[in-house]
């Protein structure tokens, strides 16, 4: 479904990210891990055209440089940016249906079916964006994108901010939004995102030094090792 072979993202003299190679297939659900600072978010700007890059990202097997954000949202990759970004002045109902404006002709979600995977967000459907709790203006930007009925969904960083309870109840709702959708996330919260997801890739200094199943990330000794830089995948792959 996707596929991103040498990426590399500069800001000036800065080498944020460097010759990534990476891949989702139909119906995964695959995390990009790293420290702060890695690359983690740089790679999904580039993946969703917000940022210039050299390298190659196809989605679907059409190449995707020279297109738009906006066209790339309307072809189904649809990318939940760190920070939520609910419009302060629209209601929450209001923020869920701006969504709408990407799907075109996919079946996808219906508002009802968000409003059921985040119950608190039916109890303040009236409330202006600027009014919600962090939880809430997360569930409403998973909810807006959902909407746009991806055929793979990029979030960054979902529960950065959240307390531990109401990140665990995003998680709980992310755990069924895999059973239909494909995702790459973008997760600090390394335990959260390896219960999710099947595999992954570690990316440090804006290259991946480990790729693998989860089961085989979930070994501390090597993600510290991976995160201190002492491990490479082609280490790991010999």
């Known amino acids: ?114 409003y059921d995977l985040f119950p608190q967000l039916k109890l303040v459907r009236n409330r202006p964006g600027w009014a919600l709790s962090g939880g809430e203006q997360q569930m409403v930007a998973i909810g807006r994108g959902l909407l746009g009925a991806p055929r793979l969904l990029m979030l960054d960083e979902p529960s950065l901010g959240l307390a531990p309870r109401v990140a665990y109840a995003v998680f709980d709702a992310l755990s069924r939004i895999r059973e239909r959708t494909s995702i790459l996330l973008v997760e600090q919260n390394t335990l959260l995102a390896l219960e999710l997801c099947t595999r992954g890739y570690v990316i440090v200094g804006g290259r991946i030094v480990l790729e693998g199943s989860s089961a085989e990330l979930s070994n501390r000794g090597v993600m510290l090792e991976a995160y201190l830089g002492k491990r490479t995948a082609a280490e790991t792959a010999s």
Do not use: W
């Open 1 to 114: 479904m996707l596929r991103v072979e040498g990426l590399e993202i500069r800001y000036g003299r800065v080498e944020a990210v460097r010759g990534i190679d990476l891949e989702i297939g139909l119906g995964e659900v695959v995390a990009l891990l790293g420290p702060n600072g890695a690359g983690k978010t740089s790679t999904l700007r580039g993946i969703s055209q917000l940022v210039d890059y050299e390298g190659t990202v196809r989605f679907s097997d059409g190449d995707l440089r020279g297109r738009s954000p906006q066209a790339v949202a309307r072809d189904g990759l649809i990318h939940v940016p760190e920070g939520r970004r609910v419009f302060a002045n629209l209601s929450v109902h209001e923020n869920l249906q701006v969504g709408l404006t990407a799907r075109g002709s996919r079946d996808g979600y219906t508002i009802d079916e968000v």
